[in-house]
């Protein structure tokens, strides 16, 4: 079945350093989603994406559904970024498809 | 960020029990989805509605799940008979529209540990 192949599984980051997070997509996806699992377990949204790139402050994420990627990248990394991020795929008016996550640890 | 309501967030049942989750998607979105998510993050898609039209759902949730979403109700999703193996995170997500994609905003989810 179609399949989301999340990486890198875990992250370490200095405060102040970045990095990117990478989702490989098996088919044509249609949409991309990115959230953060926040400290009490819910899933918050950060980005949307039916193509190209968008920026949120330190965030950035791409999506080339042609090249079946997507990609989300932490800039100036900060305590408050420690956490899981995960990437969600869907390929039209269907159920997410999800990645296995990226727990993203930021230390002083 | 997310306005999904859901209850309880924490259930614990024997097996065999009924176990039942109660979802309200945000306010004017039409669209409602299930998933479940285990131990490992792995995030399973259960079922969706429109409305109350169920549009698309998994064998598992046909053949061991109730579920539904009325009008002016809550959306529930019911387990008829918990095995240890439905100890999971459900999550209930709403969206504006089915036909094209649209970004869909999730509950906190309710903890089922089945004992």
């Known amino acids: 079945g179609d399949q989301v192949e999340q990486s890198p599984s875990a992250l370490s980051l200095h405060e102040g350093t970045g990095s990117a997070l990478r989702c490989n997509f098996t088919?044509?996806?249609?949409?991309v989603q990115w959230f953060r699992k926040n400290s009490r377990g819910s899933l918050i949204n950060l980005f949307y994406?039916?193509?190209g790139t968008k920026e949120n402050g330190r965030l950035k994420s791409a999506f080339d559904s042609k090249e079946r990627y997507s990609t989300l990248h932490i800039r100036d990394a900060q305590l408050e970024d420690s956490g899981t991020y995960f990437c969600?795929?869907?390929?039209?008016?269907?159920?997410?498809?999800f990645g296995t996550g990226t727990t993203v640890s930021v230390s002083p | 960020n997310s306005k999904v309501i859901q209850t309880p967030r924490y259930l614990v049942k024997g097996q065999g029990q009924k176990a039942k989750m109660r979802c309200i998607p945000e306010?004017?979105?039409?669209?409602v989805f299930w998933y479940q998510q285990n131990k490992n993050n792995e995030f399973k898609f259960l079922i969706n509605?429109?409305?109350?039209?169920?549009?698309?759902q998994i064998d598992m949730t046909e053949k061991r799940f109730s579920a539904e979403c009325p009008s002016n109700s809550p959306c529930s999703l019911e387990i008829q008979s918990s095995e240890a193996g439905d100890s999971a995170l459900y999550l209930c997500?709403?969206?504006?529209?089915?036909?094209?994609?649209?970004?869909?905003?999730f509950g906190p989810g309710t903890r089922l540990t089945v004992l």
């Open positions: 997500a709403s969206s504006l529209r089915r036909t094209n994609y649209a970004e869909q905003f």
């Open positions: 088919t044509t996806m249609r949409a």
């Open positions: 994406l039916a193509s």
């Open positions: 969600a795929a869907e390929r039209g008016g269907r159920a997410l498809i």
């Open positions: 306010k004017g979105h039409p669209v």
């Open positions: 509605f429109q409305n109350q039209e169920v549009l698309q």
